[in-house]
């Protein structure tokens, strides 16, 4: 691949609903533009981009993949993401390195819950955005359906600068507004058709908000003046690159309809490096701001924005240079590690193929494989110029599941394998339930987490179970009760002798559990004492309703007996012991679960079926606020109860909610519910 300077970059992602053929757009584009010979299909697993193994088995994209495409002496770096939500993380890394975004619609299909989303991402990002009416030669396409249903959606801003020219099986080709020129298959100019008059009131909305972008224009089109066919395009690229307009394309991926055409209009529509405004940085001594220039002779400021483990190459990470020039074979300084870092050889990526490169440029994309401590979010700089970029910012996992080693083997791999899969995906996190010793990874959806599962095992061989995680229920007493236990057994020689008097109490929400020794005129022995509390401590651990952990109990030693030959400390450990238990069955004991904070945010129209729900969650509504359209509703609910939120609320809302969830505070089971819990802790032991 030829070198380019920083003015000849284009930086786009592409971003839609699951299954509206960005990955198919992808292929047609390297068709386009020469980097491939043949179109690669989904459904055979030939794509350049869907190439890892799980991509291939599923059928959906599932990692970003950077597809470089060399037009007109320009380089246009598309970065294809997974559209279905469980893999915005990938999404979102991609949209934080790029000057524009491609939002893909099916033309059958229309807006979709995940056009929404990537939507309201670019808004965040304020990326400049193009939308690109896929799938014309599709049955029940209608382009002029989708353009409503776009501008109802996302506003009038969104005007179309082509047409098609038919539809479904009559698709022949696209038809521009602007320079009034048909194309069909390859971008090959044909024969202009007769303007539809759909066609032509398009043209008007295009001319209008055109105008809109500049004083002098508006007031020229107000007075009836026909502006220019260079003045409307020059207001159209003006009001692209500062979001005032969004134009709407139009074509078939699998047709290689509208796709030269695509590529024309990001270079025209999206900004370079050059010209777009610079991320966020800062000086790590003292958090001041620096303004990086998109420049190959300034200062190196590289962003980490994806690491992942490649079979071949190892750790392959993947960065964008937003100021100066990264060589291979040099070495830089991570600013986020304070840390040196050898970079070897630098790649371009295109799907799985890797084209070894002398440098990258600022405003490149590119690879480098084995980096020892750089991850996801690193700046990588000069040690004499040290900047920090503003890392991605990432959403918190949604859904949590219970990893259990399937062998010994396993087990003996699966926690520095786990800890690899998280260095590479930080939208996943993984921790150690202290409750239940479970090993817990969390993610933004079932598939998220089952994917994970699968590249733990093709990756690092290691395979494993998930389930979901057992609630660390708790066991507590509402009552104070007194307590008494002899331990006396007599066998061949000496016997074992210890007896203890007890109170027991119910204290505050986290006071765990507390030993209290008001033993007088040394009724037992200060070394028995030291038994009888560590008896007390251990059968904590296994309550008397399901053999759950005791907590918030206070036992305070009263009174004993011991036996000068037959008392030892075991028997006044197992006095204590036994003590607990007959105070824990005596004091009324009830179970405790953990109430979570959750607040969902959903569309109003939602709103009664979430409450509905909640409630039959055993949820306490606390309050709603409303959003602009949305509402926040904020909830007490039982742990046990949303474990499978993410799935319910996504079903409910068909993707449209969300939900944060953080612990709140232990509180007691209903009794009805606790009996069903001890019978189902009963009825696993039995199977045990």
């Not at 009559?170 to 100019?189: I, N, R, T």
């Not at 949305?630 to 809302?653: C, F, H, K, W």
């Amino acid at each position: 691949m030829p070198s380019y300077g920083t003015k000849q970059i284009r930086n786009v992602v592409l971003l839609s609903h699951s299954g509206a053929g960005k990955t198919s757009l992808s292929e047609s584009l390297l068709f386009s533009c020469g980097a491939i010979s043949r179109l690669g299909r989904v459904e055979e697993g030939t794509t350049a981009s869907d190439f890892d193994p799980d991509e291939i088995k599923r059928k959906i994209s599932i990692n970003l993949s950077l597809i470089p495409c060399p037009w007109k002496d320009n380089k246009v770096n598309l970065i294809d993401t997974p559209g279905y939500a469980d893999f915005v993380g990938e999404a979102l890394a991609g949209l934080r390195v790029v000057e524009g975004a491609v939002i893909v619609v099916c033309a059958a299909s229309s807006v979709q819950v995940g056009t929404e989303q990537v939507w309201k991402y670019s808004e965040e990002h304020k990326a400049p955005r193009l939308i690109f009416v896929n799938r014309m030669d599709r049955e029940n396409a209608d382009f002029y359906r989708v353009v409503e249903d776009i501008r109802s959606k996302f506003g009038q801003r969104c005007a179309p600068v082509q047409v098609p020219i038919g539809a479904q099986q009559d698709f022949k080709g696209v038809f521009d507004l602007l320079s009034g020129k048909a194309y069909g298959p390859g971008g090959q100019e044909i024969p202009s058709p007769a303007t539809p008059p759909q066609a032509q009131a398009l043209r008007e909305k295009m001319v209008e908000a055109a105008a809109e972008t500049d004083d002098a224009l508006i007031a020229k089109y107000l007075e009836g003046t026909e502006l220019t066919q260079d003045e409307v395009r020059k207001a159209l690229v003006a009001g692209t690159r500062s979001g005032q307009i969004v134009p709407i394309l139009v074509g078939s991926a699998l047709k290689n309809v509208g796709v030269a055409s695509l590529l024309d209009s990001v270079l025209q529509f999206v900004p370079s490096p050059e010209e777009a405004p610079p991320p966020a940085a800062s000086k790590p001594s003292n958090h001041q701001e620096v303004k990086l220039q998109a420049s190959a002779s300034a200062p190196l400021a590289t962003l980490v924005f994806k690491t992942t483990a490649d079979p071949y190459v190892g750790k392959l990470t993947y960065l964008r240079v937003f100021s100066g020039t990264l060589a291979s074979n040099s070495n830089v300084w991570n600013a986020n590690k304070n840390s040196a870092e050898r970079i070897g050889q630098l790649y371009v990526l295109r799907g799985k193929t890797q084209e070894a490169v002398p440098q990258l440029v600022a405003g490149d994309i590119g690879a480098v494989a084995k980096l020892s401590v750089t991850g996801t979010s690193d700046t990588l700089c000069t040690r004499e110029q040290p900047v920090i970029i503003a890392p991605i910012t990432f959403p918190a996992p949604v859904l949590s599941m219970a990893v259990h080693p399937k062998t010994k083997a396993d087990l003996d791999k699966m926690g520095s394998s786990l800890k690899r899969l998280v260095e590479e995906d930080l939208t996943l996190h993984l921790h150690i339930e202290p409750d239940t010793s479970e090993t817990i990874l969390s993610g933004m959806g079932e598939t998220h987490i089952e994917v994970a599962a699968d590249r733990l095992h093709r990756k690092f061989g290691v395979e494993v179970n998930l389930e979901w995680p057992r609630v660390p229920y708790k066991e507590t007493i509402t009552q104070k009760v007194q307590a008494g236990y002899r331990h006396k057994k007599q066998t061949g020689g000496h016997g074992q002798f210890g007896e203890v008097f007890m109170e027991f109490e119910p204290l505050p929400p986290n006071s765990g559990i507390e030993f209290v020794d008001k033993i007088v005129g040394g009724a037992i022995s200060k070394n028995f004492i030291a038994g009888t509390e560590k008896g007390i401590m251990e059968a904590s651990a296994e309550g008397v309703i399901a053999g759950y952990p005791v907590t918030d109990v206070r036992g305070t030693l009263l009174d004993g007996k011991e036996h000068p030959v037959d008392s030892s400390d075991i028997c006044f450990k197992i006095a204590g012991a036994g003590a607990l238990k007959k105070g824990l069955t005596d004091g009324k004991p009830v179970l405790l679960e953990p109430v979570m904070k959750v607040k969902v945010t959903v569309p109003d129209n939602y709103t009664g079926d979430i409450i509905g729900d909640l409630n039959t969650k055993r949820a306490k509504v606390l309050g709603m606020t409303p959003q602009g359209g949305m509402n926040e509703i904020d909830a007490l609910v039982p742990l046990g109860e949303v474990q499978r939120y993410a799935i319910d609320l996504r079903s409910i809302t068909q993707g449209r909610g969300a939900f944060t969830m953080s612990f709140s505070h232990y509180d007691q089971v209903p009794a009805h519910v606790t009996q069903k819990i001890a019978a189902e802790k009963a009825a696993a032991a039995k199977k045990a």
